[in-house]
């Protein structure tokens, strides 16, 4: 997909089975059930969609998926079939040291996972030529998370010598490249970051956890896992609207069959309008 000079792909690291109940917060079984079926370990089945991007000589990644770390009781756990991220980037033409920025929304395993790799004993960074970008709020919390984030956050995926040293903290709004935003939209966690891409009169916007997935609009529907429920809310209060208004291209990080869409209002409520990248 081309958006003026900037270019981006969509690619997914693979699956990961979630508690239903816990994706979805507040809302009755009865009604996620029927977008988003459980299995009878009541998971649901979420992608883990990161982007590529080319934009201003830089060849970017969002998100790095699960990656290939986790023991294998996690992995039943979570039911993980990945990690597909480097074939994915393989089938842009790209090795992992092509990478020069990875952007990291949040520190959440499903986020970050693929940051790094095991090579021998060690964990190395998957990405070696790469600042990898981050809010520095996430980076404080990761390293010392609660008791009710703990399961969430693993140390090897952003602590590691190598990786901490290509770690780059940020404060705020930042400009990756000319088309290329990073927009600090706390509530999942206190410091997620959402990326905005404009380029040729076109804008689209990576939600990350805001949105997770197209079932996410109605403004209830709002992940259990969240912090901060109420900030969560007003977010999507403020950017779904300007997402329809604007005609942006929205990008949903964990939908399995829409990673894509433009969003419309009909009726009151919110719809997605799936489409296929370019
Ligand atoms: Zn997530």
């Not at 270019?7 to 009865?30: K, N, Q, T």
């Not at 929304?105 to 095991?118: P, S």
């Amino acid at each position: 997909m081309k958006l003026g000079d900037l270019e981006f792909h969509v690619i997914s690291d693979g699956h990961v089975l979630l508690d239903g109940g816990a994706m979805f917060g507040v809302v009755p079984r009865p009604l996620w059930e029927k977008k988003m079926p459980p299995d009878t370990r009541n998971r649901i089945r979420l992608s883990m969609n990161c982007l590529v991007i080319r934009a201003g000589g830089k060849r970017i990644l969002v998100e790095t998926g699960a990656g290939g770390k986790m023991n294998p009781k996690l992995r039943d756990i979570y039911g993980l079939d990945g990690p597909f991220l480097l074939d994915g980037l393989r089938g842009l033409d790209l090795r992992a040291e092509d990478i020069d920025i990875v952007i990291n929304t949040h520190l959440h395993f499903d986020h970050c996972g693929g940051n790094t790799r095991i090579e021998g004993d060690q964990v190395v960074p998957t990405f070696p030529n790469a600042h990898y970008l981050v809010q520095t709020g996430e980076l404080d919390h990761a390293m010392r998370p609660n008791e009710r984030d703990r399961a969430s956050y693993f140390q090897e995926n952003f602590a590691p010598v190598g990786v901490a040293e290509n770690l780059f903290p940020l404060e705020g709004e930042h400009t990756v490249v000319t088309g290329v935003e990073l927009i600090r939209v706390p509530g999942h966690t206190a410091h997620m970051q959402c990326v905005k891409l404009t380029g040729g009169g076109q804008t689209a916007f990576f939600f990350a956890d805001l949105v997770p997935t197209t079932a996410h609009l109605p403004l209830p529907w709002i992940m259990g896992y969240d912090l901060f429920p109420m900030t969560t809310l007003e977010n999507k209060r403020r950017w779904i609207p300007e997402a329809i208004r604007e005609g942006w291209i929205a990008l949903f990080a964990h939908d399995p069959n829409t990673p894509a869409a433009y969003l419309r209002s009909r009726d009151g409520s919110w719809e997605a309008e799936s489409f296929t990248l370019s």
